[in-house]
């Protein structure tokens, strides 16, 4: 049964009452920082901030110093790149899902781990209105407000960049002048960025034309070794557990296949997209070990799946990127689609093997002791089963329907 929904419709503001506690996804940028503040000293707000690592390598000690300075009650901290790869990633790629055919979903998939974290914390510490800084104009905004009406139907949402009449960032820094909380250092660079261990996102700035192209400095993943331009994968389930015969788990997989695809430059994309408000935008995303992961796992459905379940994943994936992209990574319809997949996914079990060239990657093998592929039925060789003396009949039948349309056209 579903019940008014309380945050709906309205501010939070608990002046008189008892002083209400807000949890604010915080980076310790300029935004956060200026929303840590205006939930205080506007909305009388106890602020708790959280941050977590999804591979981007945020500083705990400097991030937990300044949100304290700023007056937050509390800083919490989780390292999320183990959960992050095996339950986000490795199920984007198992799914095949790339919204309009280009964009492994790197950001999207990020923000309903970081909204079901904040939810633990708001569970121990009875948190009353999740926060977030995304503005009114991108994808983040409902990924992870729907994340959170979905796990927390009964929790209050706030979104300061929706509510307040602050324009820009110099009005931000005057602001937290005013308040005696003078914002020191990086007021953000150029580009609005979103990094984790998958993917790193780059818009904004010159970008915003689309008649430039981008600058390769954007792409500033840096690796120290010299990579082999051979590699093993394996995987069971649809799942890869193992690089050349040795097994990882899945963020050391990751972080390994990344030096692979950094040094070959695999995994950039230029594109524009329509974000779910219509609003065309254009990004440069890097995804070099997912990209390498994804045709990987593809080659391995070419022998293990028959066409059938090949040509409903290929619709279900267009489902799939679609409600990721558009933050639905909590629903039910998600999660069906998910179940559809795990299904597909049990025979795809095997090993591929690949070679790396500048910017392109190709098969070298493919074995599974689930393939359906079979040397001897496709041979131009006489097969066992005679199958071109039995292709007589086949045929005739396959023919009727076009007889039928030939004689009436
Ligand atoms: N356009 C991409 C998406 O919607 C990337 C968004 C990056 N977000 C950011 N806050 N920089 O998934």
């Not at 935008?281 to 059938?308: D, N, Q």
């Not at 009727?400 to 349309?405: T, V």
Request: hydrophobic content about 35%.
């Amino acid at each position: 049964m579903i019940e008014e929904n309380k945050w709906l419709g309205h501010i939070t503001n608990n002046s008189g009452g008892e002083m209400k506690k807000a949890l604010l996804a915080y980076s310790g940028g300029l935004d956060t920082s200026a929303i840590l503040v205006w939930l205080q000293k506007e909305m009388n707000l106890e602020v708790y901030c959280y941050c977590c690592d999804m591979g981007n390598m945020p500083d705990k000690e400097w991030l937990e110093k300044r949100a304290l300075s700023f007056g937050a009650k509390k800083f919490i901290f989780d390292d999320a790149r183990e959960e992050f790869v095996n339950d986000y990633v490795f199920n984007v790629i198992k799914s095949g899902a790339l919204y309009e055919g280009e964009y492994l979903l790197g950001t999207a998939i990020g923000r309903p781990l970081i909204a079901s974290k904040m939810g633990k914390v708001a569970e121990e510490y009875d948190i009353d209105i999740f926060v977030h800084g995304a503005t009114g104009k991108g994808n983040d905004q409902l990924r992870l407000e729907q994340s959170w009406s979905y796990l927390y139907p009964d929790k209050e949402i706030l979104t300061p960049w929706k509510e307040w009449s602050f324009k820009g960032r110099n009005e931000l820094l005057n602001y937290l002048e005013a308040q005696g909380y003078p914002y020191e250092g990086e007021s953000g660079g150029r580009y609005s960025i979103d990094e984790n261990i998958f993917h790193k996102s780059t818009e904004g700035a010159e970008l915003e034309d689309v008649a430039i192209s981008y600058n390769d400095e954007i792409l500033d993943h840096k690796i120290e070794e010299t990579m082999p331009s051979k590699i093993t994968l394996s995987f069971k389930k649809g799942i890869p557990f193992a690089l050349n015969g040795e097994e990882y788990g899945a963020k050391d997989l990751l972080d390994e296949l990344n030096k692979y695809g950094i040094q070959y430059n695999i995994g950039i994309a230029d594109i524009v997209e329509e974000r779910v408000n219509g609003i065309k935008s254009r990004g440069v995303y890097h995804t070099p070990g997912g990209t390498v992961l994804a045709f990987a796992l593809k080659k391995l459905k070419e022998i293990c799946w028959s066409h059938k379940t090949t040509k409903l994943a290929q619709m279900m994936s267009i489902e799939y990127a679609e409600l990721v992209y558009e933050g639905a990574w909590f629903s039910t319809a998600r999660t069906s689609l998910d179940a559809f997949f795990n299904s597909a996914a049990q025979n795809l079990e095997g090993t591929v093997s690949l070679e790396f060239g500048p910017s392109f990657m190709k098969v070298l093998s493919r074995k599974s002791e689930k393939s359906l592929y079979s040397k001897s039925l496709v041979s131009f060789e006489e097969d066992e089963f005679g199958i071109n003396k039995s292709a007589i009949g086949f045929c005739k039948t396959r023919n009727l329907q076009y007889i039928n349309e030939g004689k009436v056209k």
